[in-house]
């Protein structure tokens, strides 16, 4: 699985304009931030990375942040 390269489909994405905002967090050792720029430039998506607690399920830990990751200005 960490071998699998994703690229092509990404780039299918990218050009559909559906941008998502990327919000790793730098506790997160399962999805690195590495891999999250490189998924973000892929896929044309803002990316910032976010200093919490949690790892890879943050969002369980406040949802508050996950609202607010998820809102589109």
């Not at 905002?21 to 720029?37: F, G, K, M, N, W």
């Amino acid at each position: 699985m960490r071998a699998l390269d994703l690229s092509r489909e990404m780039r299918a994405v990218r050009r559909t304009a559906y941008q998502r905002p990327s919000s790793p967090c730098t506790t997160d050792t399962l999805v690195t931030a590495a891999q999250c720029r490189r998924a973000a430039k892929l896929l044309g998506a803002s990316y910032h990375e976010l200093e919490l607690e949690g790892g890879h399920m943050w969002m369980l830990l406040d949802w508050s942040v996950l609202e607010r990751e998820l809102v589109i200005d």
